[in-house]
């Protein structure tokens, strides 16, 4: 069932003239930098210590490629239109430390269609306009979560892995930027497919 009628599409139509239209923003402002380190760094200072970390930022629908400390790349991504959560069948994004537990997609073509984690052939086309599909196709490349946390995301009824929550391509490109997934991360095609081959599994997640 579609969830955005047309009041809704124009408000996202006017959000979407007022930000950027690049899909990936290099980030090359002290300011930026700072920001997303400082927030980080409240979490936990640590991060630093990790040679390779994903920054998931709810509130700003982004993610920070970041490593040994740096800030390499910051992405728009969509979290859960639902919101966050870790309950089985909530349809929620999961907060809290994860890892990339499996890497799916290797040299597949960009926005083929997944299901099941397999690709039958089937090429998506990619709706740059602000609009919600029937669909929810996972296209490109998937780096699959693990939860790192008991009892937040990871165990019985909230097990973020058993959820099969990713990091994933979508044919909704038109809708990055605002809350619009069933609970995984989306990120335009390209994008992940550039951040597919640049981390590899066990690379932590922090979803916050």
Same mark, same amino acid.
């Given at each position: 069932?579609?969830r955005y009628n047309l009041n809704n599409i124009i408000k996202i139509l006017l959000f979407l003239v007022i930000i950027t239209s690049c899909s990936s923003v290099p980030v090359n402002k002290n300011m930026n930098k700072t920001n997303i380190l400082s927030n980080i760094n409240t979490i936990d200072p640590?991060?630093?210590?990790?040679? $390779? %970390?994903?920054? $998931?930022?709810?509130? @700003?629908? @982004?993610? @920070?490629?970041? +490593?040994?400390?740096? $800030?390499?790349?910051?992405?728009?991504?969509?979290?859960?239109?639902?919101?966050?959560?870790?309950? %089985?069948?909530?349809?929620? @994004?999961?907060?809290?430390?994860?890892?990339?537990? *499996?890497?799916?997609?290797?040299?597949?073509?960009?926005?083929?269609?997944? *299901?099941?984690?397999?690709?039958?052939?089937?090429?998506?086309?990619?709706?740059?306009?602000?609009?919600?599909? +029937?669909?929810?196709?996972?296209?490109? /490349?998937?780096?699959?979560?693990?939860? %790192?946390?008991?009892?937040?995301?990871?165990?019985?009824?909230?097990?973020?892995?058993? /959820? &099969?929550? &990713?990091?994933?391509?979508?044919? +909704?490109?038109?809708?990055?930027?605002?809350?619009?997934?069933?609970?995984?991360?989306?990120?335009?095609?390209?994008?992940? #497919? +550039?951040?597919?081959?640049?981390?590899?599994?066990?690379?932590? #997640?922090?979803?916050?």
């Open positions: 069932m579609l640590l991060y630093k210590d990790l040679p $390779v %970390l994903l920054f $998931v930022d709810i509130e @700003t629908q @982004t993610l @920070t490629h970041i +490593e040994k400390g740096t $800030v390499l790349k910051l992405y728009k991504i969509s979290s859960s239109y639902y919101g966050t959560g870790s309950k %089985l069948n909530s349809l929620k @994004t999961p907060l809290g430390r994860h890892e990339i537990y *499996k890497k799916i997609g290797s040299n597949l073509p960009i926005n083929a269609i997944l *299901k099941g984690r397999v690709w039958n052939g089937a090429i998506a086309d990619v709706i740059k306009e602000p609009i919600d599909t +029937e669909f929810d196709h996972v296209t490109s /490349r998937i780096l699959w979560l693990d939860g %790192l946390e008991l009892g937040k995301n990871k165990g019985k009824g909230i097990d973020s892995r058993n /959820r &099969y929550i &990713y990091i994933h391509g979508t044919a +909704e490109e038109g809708l990055i930027g605002i809350p619009a997934s069933d609970g995984c991360i989306r990120m335009y095609n390209r994008d992940v #497919v +550039e951040l597919f081959d640049l981390v590899d599994e066990k690379a932590q #997640v922090w979803i916050y």
